[in-house]
């Protein structure tokens, strides 16, 4: 198999989490440059931001991501409160801050790790943060809807949920040759593929099944956005969480929706270029914001 290109350039750390879990810490660039943190989603990985790691934003931003825990190269533990808590997800993000010694980032959190970004808010506030990216996901911060199962995708994704969940692993592996299609709009290259159905193997369904029935409800910390936000969504996903994001947009001077036609669940991994080209005019913005504060 051929893996998606890294980069040579690419350091890697081990960091402790919440009750000492080992979390697989990626970054890229200097770490004297303006920081961004990158958390990606449900059974994936760091990899997921190769084309943002492997970008020209290295060059003039410290980029830094990580595996969840139960994900990846990160440890796995096996008790459900290691997962269902909001809490060890906050300290996990907080201790790979402390660890990489980055200031203010701007965070980048794509579907389950938008979760995990207000995961962080719920526990210490947006001081410590210049900006958030949500995309493909919407934090909770409006209660969550989905397509009804007449909805072909919606069908797929429910019987996905379930083989994933499975201790069977024959059911694990079907389900991840089924996964990758809901991940975009547009089938990936082979080799791409490839990698995102080995990652979603290495996520256990212990954890899957934690990680699924957690709370998943932030209406209460709207308020606490004060910081500029952007929603960066595919229109090929779920409509109801762009609906969601224009709402939040309309009525929020803070927040802003842009919407990539032709893209599903994952912008940043099928329009790079031009997310790149967004992440970095909004990391610029939220830096020039704070240089005058």
């Known amino acids: 198999m051929l893996l998606p290109e890294h980069s040579l ?20 660039g200097d770490p004297a440059s303006p920081p961004i943190l990158l958390i990606h989603g449900f059974g994936q990985s760091h990899y ?19 595996d969840l825990r139960g994900h990846g190269a990160s440890g796995k533990p096996w008790a459900a409160e290691d997962y269902s ?8 993000v907080s201790a790979v801050i402390t660890a990489t010694g980055i200031e203010r980032p701007v965070v980048v959190a794509w579907s389950y790790g938008t979760m995990i970004a207000m995961d962080y808010v719920r526990e210490h506030g947006v001081a410590g943060i210049a900006g958030i990216i949500f995309t493909g996901g919407q934090g909770g911060l409006k209660p969550l809807r989905m397509p009804g199962t007449d909805d072909p995708d919606m069908a797929e994704l429910g019987e996905i949920r379930e083989l994933q ?19 975009t709009a547009s089938p990936l290259p082979e080799r791409e593929r490839e990698l995102f159905r080995s990652l979603g193997l290495m996520v256990p369904a212990y954890v899957r099944r934690a990680m699924v029935h957690r709370t998943l409800d932030n209406q209460d910390l709207v ?6 936000v952007l929603f960066a969504l595919g229109a090929e996903d779920n409509p109801f969480q762009l609906e969601d994001a224009a ?3 309309a009525s929020r001077d803070n927040v802003n929706l842009t919407v990539y036609e032709g893209a599903g669940h994952s912008v940043f991994l099928e329009q790079p270029q031009r997310f790149n080209a967004e992440l970095r005019r909004f990391a610029e913005r939220v830096g020039s914001s704070a240089s005058r504060e």
Do not use: K, M
Not at 13 to 26: E, H, I, K, S, Y
Not at 48 to 60: G, I, R
Not at 165 to 183: K, T
């Open 9 to 28: 350039a690419w350091e890697h750390r081990t960091v402790a989490g919440a009750g000492g879990v080992p979390l697989n810490v990626v970054t890229a």
């Open 85 to 92: 808590e909001h809490t060890v997800w906050a300290e996990d």
């Open 165 to 183: 969940q499975s201790p069977d692993l024959a059911d694990n592996i079907r389900a991840g040759e089924r996964v990758i299609d809901l991940l």
């Open 223 to 228: 308020g606490r956005l004060s910081l500029p």
């Open 247 to 249: 709402e939040l947009a």
């Open 48 to 66: 997921s931001f190769v084309h943002q790691l492997n970008s020209d934003l290295s060059e003039d931003y410290f980029l830094v991501t990580f």
